[in-house]
């Protein structure tokens, strides 16, 4: 504890805190919070859920779980000598690997003995009197804490279908970010898929190629791309690692922070043929490039738009046998790039199996779950195992699912009714020394950079408090406003907030969110930084501190 901190406890009797700050949440984010923050010299707590570390990378382990984006790009680059150890061994590497990676970082940083495992947050409430907030676990006990850093992620809310009968299946049954740790074999299995987003086709692909038969209950199709994931060699590793240094320059350049860089030209500056070349080296390249590496104007312009979802709708013709599911497969409610994009290793040919049927949803809705399987609006199936690949309540949803209640007993819930309101992505009006890292607002992309960006900009903040005995950090109404004005003039134009998505707020299985909201900031990650950076280096004066 440093001086000041005594000073201010001796001063302060009845601020007898537990810890300088609680961070919610052992992924990615708090892990890295964790590290920051100790060297604050402050009194940390990490309360987590789960029996390890981890977080996205600990609850998905479904068949199939990897990352969509490039290995290297993804984990941390804080610490050139993490960099220097670790080997990733493949581009886009699987999830027993990644949690492999988690583990080590924990290990070496000594980050466990700072977290309490199998510790479910239920509620935050903050008291007015002594600048602090009173976190409960479920097992009831109380902790009271200076600072609450939310590190609980925005997609780590699992949601189930909105039909009646899921606890009457008599068979085993899983949401994909809540499968068994123990292994799950399909052999000579009948098997139902509920849902083809990201994970949705992750799985699909995978369970395929040892089931008995394969039922994919489809809502609404996504356009998917090849991943062409490949192995690293020792050799290739250490080329990757002299080239970290400019990897993530570059990652701070572009868009959203992956290795791709938006191409200058526009879709229809190039001849049909030049186009036509373009996107076929695309398809063929590795990862998001052909969603993030494309033609400047793929994702604000409707007829280039067009042209290139075309393109993609005739890869899967090509891939699909059967021209009717084909069809299926191929979307007709949003153009390509405008939700993100699933990548795959085979996920079109599968339904060229005899053993795997697709099914449309949208014309025989799902009734209800039977004890034997489930019911449409046209027959009866019968399963042995049932997988919900039904994502997530994203971005507010794992806020919603705990009692975070602010000044004078305000609660977060309400403060959203109308939508997210922050500033920054990180701080919310009236919850004071809370702080979001993926809040909502926040510049998305290739995740892990984000995460590192927001911890940093955190630990800047409270570090600025903390040289000047300050307690008491608090957006204002005019700093989230023009925030929010920020956010929304960098989502004008883009046909992605056109869209029903989770990145638009909507998610058909969760009450009262059919409705598209201002729910991401859109723009360019350099732009967000920018726009960051400027409140730091000004002194924080959009922010009340006392």
Known sequence: MSALHEEQASENPEDDLDFDATIVGAGISGLYQLHLLRKLGMRVRVFESGTGVGGTWYWNRYPGARFDSESYSYGYSFSQELLDEWDWTEHFAPQPETLRYLNYVADKFDLRRDIRFSSRVTAT?????????????????????????????????????????IEDFEGPSFHTARWPHEPVSFEGKRVAVIGTGATGVQTIQEVAKTVGHLTVFQRRPNWCTPLHNRPIDKAEMQKIREGYPELFKRCRETYACFVHTIDPRGTFEVTPEERRAFWEKLYASPGFGIWQGNFRDILVDRDANRELSDFVAEKIRERVKDPKTAAMLIPDDHGFGTRRVPQESGYYEVYNQPNVELVSILDTPIERITPKGLRTSEKDYEFDIIIYATGFDAITGSFDHIDIRGSKGLPLKQKWSGGPQTFVGVMVEDFPNMFMVMGPH???????????????????????MRERGLTHADA???????????????????????IDSWMTGVNQNVEGKQTRILARYSGSAPDYRKRCDAVAEGGFRELTLS
């Open 125 to 165: 409430h903050y008291d007015d009197a002594t600048s602090s907030w009173n976190v409960t676990l479920e097992d009831g006990s109380r902790h009271r804490t200076r600072f609450l850093v939310m590190a609980i992620g925005p997609l780590s809310m699992p949601t189930m279908p909105r039909v009646p009968g």
């Open 442 to 464: 926040t510049a998305l992309g290739n995740i892990p950079r984000s995460i590192e960006y927001n911890v940093e900009w955190i630990n800047r903040l409270i570090g600025f």
């Open 476 to 498: 204002t109404a005019k700093s989230m406003a023009d925030w929010t004005g920020f956010v929304r003039e960098k989502a004008e134009g883009l046909l992605s907030n056109e």
